[in-house]
């Protein structure tokens, strides 16, 4: 008998993770393709594999629900003896009853509102599961049938299994993704379908469905959707409830007074069909999601329907008169914390907005193949594992962020605006401290190039992780190792600045965070940035001559000195001593990019000082708007 490699991998990808309308999607469905794929890895395990990646240190790692996470591609060596097949249909059933519990058990919530004919259509049909090996004849050939068993299983998914589809006409399809029919159950019309559903949703307000499910107008789910939504009573934080953490921490931290306001506004949300929990995230002051502190949300959903033929089917329809009620006494005391007449507090509105974290390894696969033995991989798995523990801990712990998934060397995760470049500065060097030791065929070591987004809580989910890929990618150009910064504002034209990791004081997100604190001392001028904007336009327009160093020297001069003249225009409320720091920084512009790259820094940068001053409890204004060039 000969010894083999195994690699597996488990799917869909899209429909687990990517199709998501609310954070809860994201989140469970990144945990379910996980749990399925450590099922999956525990059954190669039991069967005798010797497990590469995921490399757990016991095998309660691969325990159900553990804090392992797992990602979708596993790998094994497989000793004399053992049958490659035999162990991938071990593994390959493994992943499906793990599937099959998690759907039943959404199955079992939702009850009478699932079409059961749809469903059991669709329960057998949802996990892909591809698996190739190859020989190893001996440990000094590893490196060779590596390569060789990852071009085999690359091959085996482009000749997936094309099963015929069975569709249901006149059935909708699922809102997140458009692949399948809603499990829904549906009536000859609208008016009838949202008649039943809302029937039977009231019918289960005691078990919380509504609450979980939280559908939309017109929205459908088929079996993926319903498994998300409905197989755990583990809530997720929403982006409103991050957006608002630094407004909520800053009360807490000048306590009183308003402390005490905000935890009634808690109180009052305390078994509320309209406050969604928060799981593990949030649990101090305010464990809630934290749409009732935006006055304008809190008004939408004290709207009340006018009549049944104008219920859309929104969760928010199915509130009680009690409800509405608990939302006027919030929306009192949410007036007495926010207002700043009247005898108000003046904390005004949380910030609306908050960042996006995409991170995402450079050189994994180059520096894999360079790896000679099984032994050193498992080494190499084992560190991308501690790297995924302790990101849980950098953006939970320490930055009050809430991780959606880290499995080896992928990060998703929101965070607050104020912490967002320190947990992305964490995040990094913690990926590099761990995993130095190893170099590809050039010699480079693994590195980590971050994506940070900061938009609107209320854009779009779907829309704002589009952003947050873009944003991932372009950290990762020309040179990897890269942190790119990107702010999104609802209505305006993107600002997106990007350079590589640096150690100097004057790398990135430290510039960005001391633009920050000039703007929390007013030594900015609030149209600066307009000043600048409008000499890189004046400048586009001419063509200036730079083929040599004098040339170059004088239209940096050049630039500099105009520069300075319309920033000394607009001085800011702490005269000559903050325009001193701003002449500084502005004296190593070199080129009309620079004048840009500066001009964009001043905007985004404005944005992370609101959230800093909120966590302060000392609210900040934006006085001024970003404008497109």
């Given at each position: 008998?000969?010894?083999?490699?195994?690699?597996?991998?488990?799917?869909p990808v899209q429909?687990?993770i990517a199709?998501?309308?609310?954070?809860?999607?994201?989140?469970?469905?990144?945990l379910?393709?996980?749990?399925?794929?450590?099922?999956?890895?525990?059954?190669?395990?039991?069967?005798?594999?010797?497990?590469i990646?995921?490399?757990?240190h016991?095998?309660?790692?691969?325990k159900?629900?553990?804090?392992?996470?797992v990602?979708?591609?596993?790998?094994?060596?497989?000793s004399e003896g053992?049958?490659?097949?035999?162990?991938?249909?071990s593994?390959?059933?493994?992943?499906?009853?793990c599937?099959?519990?998690y759907?039943?058990?959404?199955?079992?919530?939702a009850?009478?509102?699932?079409?059961?004919?749809?469903?059991n259509?669709?329960?057998?049909?949802?996990?892909?599961?591809?698996?190739a090996?190859?020989?190893?004849?001996?440990?000094?050939?590893?490196?060779?049938?590596?390569?060789?068993?990852m071009r085999?299983?690359?091959?085996?998914?482009?000749?997936?299994?094309?099963?015929?589809?069975h569709?249901?006409?006149g059935?909708?399809?699922?809102?997140l993704?458009?692949?399948?029919?809603?499990?829904l159950?549906?009536e000859?019309n609208?008016?009838?379908?949202?008649?039943?559903?809302?029937?039977?949703?009231?019918?289960?307000?005691?078990?919380?469905?509504?609450?979980?499910?939280?559908?939309?107008?017109?929205?459908?789910?088929?079996?993926?959707?319903?498994?998300?939504?409905a197989a755990?009573?583990?809530?997720?934080?929403?982006?409103?409830?991050?957006?608002?953490?630094?407004w909520i921490?800053?009360?807490?931290?000048?306590?009183?007074?308003?402390?005490?306001?905000?935890?009634?506004?808690?109180?009052?949300?305390?078994?509320?069909a309209f406050?969604t929990?928060?799981?593990?995230?949030?649990?101090?002051?305010?464990?809630?999601?934290?749409?009732?502190?935006?006055?304008?949300?809190?008004?939408?959903?004290?709207?009340?329907?006018?009549?049944?033929?104008h219920?859309?089917?929104?969760f928010?329809?199915?509130?009680?008169?009690?409800d509405r009620?608990?939302?006027?006494?919030?929306?009192?005391?949410?007036?007495k914390l926010?207002?700043?007449?009247d005898?108000?507090?003046?904390?005004?509105?949380?910030?609306?907005?908050?960042?996006?974290l995409?991170?995402?390894?450079?050189?994994?696969?180059?520096?894999?193949?360079?790896?000679?033995s099984?032994?050193?991989?498992?080494?190499?798995?084992q560190?991308?594992?501690?790297?995924?523990?302790?990101?849980?801990?950098?953006?939970?712990e320490?930055?009050?962020?809430?991780?959606?998934?880290?499995?080896?060397?992928?990060v998703?995760a929101?965070?607050?605006?104020?912490?967002?470049?320190?947990?992305?500065?964490?995040?990094?060097?913690?990926?590099?401290?761990?995993?130095?030791a190893?170099?590809?065929?050039a010699?480079?070591?693994?590195?980590?190039?971050?994506?940070?987004?900061?938009?609107?809580?209320?854009?779009?989910?779907?829309?704002?992780?589009?952003y947050?890929?873009?944003?991932?990618?372009?950290?990762?150009?020309?040179?990897?190792?890269?942190?790119?910064?990107?702010?999104?504002?609802?209505?305006g034209?993107?600002?997106?600045?990007?350079?590589?990791?640096?150690?100097?004081?004057d790398a990135?997100?430290k510039r960005?965070?001391?633009?920050a604190?000039m703007?929390?001392k007013?030594?900015?001028?609030?149209k600066?940035?307009y000043?600048?904007?409008?000499?890189?336009?004046?400048?586009?327009s001419e063509?200036w001559?730079?083929?040599?160093?004098k040339?170059s020297?004088?239209?940096?001069?050049?630039?500099?000195s105009?520069?300075?003249?319309r920033?000394?225009r607009?001085?800011?409320?702490?005269?000559?001593?903050?325009?001193?720091?701003?002449?500084r920084?502005?004296?190593?512009?070199?080129?009309?990019?620079?004048?840009r790259?500066?001009?964009?820094?001043?905007?985004?940068?404005?944005?992370?000082a609101?959230?800093?001053?909120?966590?302060e409890?000392?609210?900040?204004?934006?006085?001024?708007?970003?404008?497109?060039?």
């Amino acid at each position: 008998m000969t010894a083999h490699l195994l690699a597996i991998a488990i799917g869909p990808v899209q429909a687990f993770i990517a199709a998501a309308r609310r954070t809860r999607d994201l989140w469970f469905g990144s945990l379910l393709l996980s749990e399925i794929s450590k099922a999956a890895a525990r059954a190669v395990s039991t069967a005798g594999g010797q497990l590469i990646f995921p490399a757990p240190h016991a095998l309660d790692d691969l325990k159900k629900e553990s804090q392992f996470n797992v990602a979708n591609v596993i790998m094994a060596e497989l000793s004399e003896g053992l049958t490659p097949n035999a162990v991938k249909e071990s593994a390959e059933d493994a992943a499906k009853a793990c599937w099959q519990s998690y759907a039943e058990e959404a199955r079992s919530v939702a009850g009478e509102l699932i079409d059961p004919n749809i469903w059991n259509g669709q329960i057998d049909d949802v996990i892909e599961f591809y698996a190739a090996w190859t020989p190893l004849k001996s440990s000094d050939q590893y490196r060779h049938a590596r390569q060789r068993l990852m071009r085999l299983l690359a091959g085996r998914k482009a000749l997936r299994n094309f099963r015929p589809a069975h569709g249901h006409a006149g059935v909708p399809k699922s809102s997140l993704d458009g692949a399948r029919e809603t499990v829904l159950v549906c009536e000859s019309n609208q008016h009838d379908t949202r008649n039943r559903r809302r029937s039977i949703l009231r019918k289960n307000e005691n078990d919380g469905l509504a609450q979980r499910l939280r559908l939309s107008a017109g929205e459908e789910l088929d079996i993926i959707g319903i498994t998300k939504r409905a197989a755990t009573k583990e809530a997720f934080a929403s982006v409103v409830r991050v957006a608002a953490d630094p407004w909520i921490r800053g009360i807490k931290a000048r306590s009183g007074e308003a402390e005490n306001t905000l935890r009634q506004i808690a109180d009052q949300c305390k078994g509320a069909a309209f406050a969604t929990g928060t799981g593990r995230h949030y649990s101090g002051i305010f464990p809630f999601d934290g749409s009732v502190l935006y006055p304008s949300r809190l008004q939408s959903m004290l709207r009340v329907p006018r009549g049944t033929e104008h219920d859309t089917g929104a969760f928010d329809d199915l509130f009680s008169e009690s409800d509405r009620e608990t939302l006027k006494s919030i929306q009192a005391l949410l007036g007495k914390l926010q207002k700043r007449t009247d005898g108000g507090m003046g904390y005004g509105e949380p910030d609306p907005y908050f960042a996006i974290l995409v991170a995402d390894g450079d050189r994994i696969g180059k520096t894999i193949s360079n790896i000679g033995s099984a032994v050193e991989h498992r080494k190499f798995s084992q560190n991308l594992a501690a790297f995924a523990g302790q990101a849980r801990h950098i953006v939970e712990e320490s930055h009050h962020g809430c991780l959606v998934y880290s499995g080896g060397d992928d990060v998703l995760a929101f965070v607050p605006v104020d912490q967002s470049l320190d947990c992305a500065r964490r995040l990094h060097d913690q990926f590099h401290a761990l995993l130095s030791a190893w170099r590809d065929d050039a010699g480079n070591s693994p590195t980590l190039s971050v994506g940070l987004v900061i938009g609107h809580c209320m854009e779009p989910l779907e829309d704002l992780l589009e952003y947050g890929r873009t944003a991932e990618k372009a950290a990762k150009e020309p040179d990897r190792n890269g942190i790119a910064v990107h702010l999104h504002t609802r209505g305006g034209a993107s600002i997106q600045i990007r350079t590589q990791w640096s150690t100097d004081s004057d790398a990135l997100d430290k510039r960005l965070k001391k633009w920050a604190d000039m703007h929390r001392k007013d030594q900015i001028p609030d149209k600066a940035a307009y000043g600048l904007r409008e000499l890189v336009r004046d400048y586009k327009s001419e063509c200036w001559p730079t083929e040599t160093g004098k040339q170059s020297s004088a239209l940096a001069a050049a630039l500099q000195s105009d520069a300075l003249r319309r920033i000394k225009r607009k001085k800011g409320q702490q005269g000559d001593k903050g325009l001193m720091e701003l002449e500084r920084l502005l004296r190593t512009i070199a080129s009309v990019a620079d004048v840009r790259r500066v001009a964009n820094e001043i905007i985004l940068s404005r944005r992370i000082a609101v959230a800093l001053s909120q966590a302060e409890g000392r609210p900040m204004d934006l006085t001024f708007q970003e404008v497109s060039e």
